[in-house]
C-alpha cells in the first residue's frame, strides 16, 4: 500500500521560510498527482498546490510567488517550498496523492485517496 511522510514543519515568524518534504513509498511519485493541502482550526481544508508528473503546477492564489511545489525523482520526493511566510499560512499540512483525472490534477481534497499524517506550520506575527 502506498505511504506518504511529511516532514520540515516548524514555527517561524512572519517573513521566514520553511521547506516541506513528502516521502513517497511503493510507488513512484510521478505515478499520478501530488498535492499539498492545510487546514486551519475552524476552516475548510484548503488546496496549497498541486503537481502532475509533467510538473505541471497549481498554486493557490494566496500562496502564488511565495510557494513551490517540486518533484524529486531520484529520492521520490515531493517538497514545497515556502517563502515570505504570512500567520494566516498556519495550519496542519497534508501531502496527498491522487487525484489525475483525463490527464488534469483535480483540486478537490475528496479526488485524491491517500494521505499522509501532516506536519504543523507555525507562523507568528
Known amino acids: 500500500q502506498v505511504q506518504l511522510q511529511e516532514s520540515g514543519g516548524g514555527s517561524v515568524q512572519a517573513g521566514g521560510s520553511l521547506r516541506l518534504s513528502c516521502t513517497v513509498s511503493?510507488?513512484?511519485?510521478?505515478?499520478?498527482?501530488m498535492a499539498w493541502f492545510r487546514e486551519a482550526p475552524g476552516k475548510e481544508i484548503e488546496t496549497v498546490a498541486t503537481i502532475s508528473s509533467d510538473s505541471t503546477t497549481f498554486y493557490a492564489e494566496s500562496v502564488k510567488g511565495r510557494f513551490t511545489i517540486s518533484l524529486d525523482n531520484a529520492k521520490n520526493t515531493v517538497t514545497l517550498q515556502m517563502d515570505s511566510l504570512r500567520p494566516e499560512d498556519t495550519g496542519l499540512y497534508y501531502c496527498a496523492t491522487g487525484g489525475l483525472y483525463n490527464g488534469v490534477c483535480r483540486l478537490r481534497s475528496s479526488k485524491y485517496r491517500v494521505w499522509g499524517r501532516g506536519t504543523q506550520v507555525t507562523v507568528s506575527s
Open positions: 511503493r510507488h513512484s511519485v510521478g505515478t499520478y498527482c
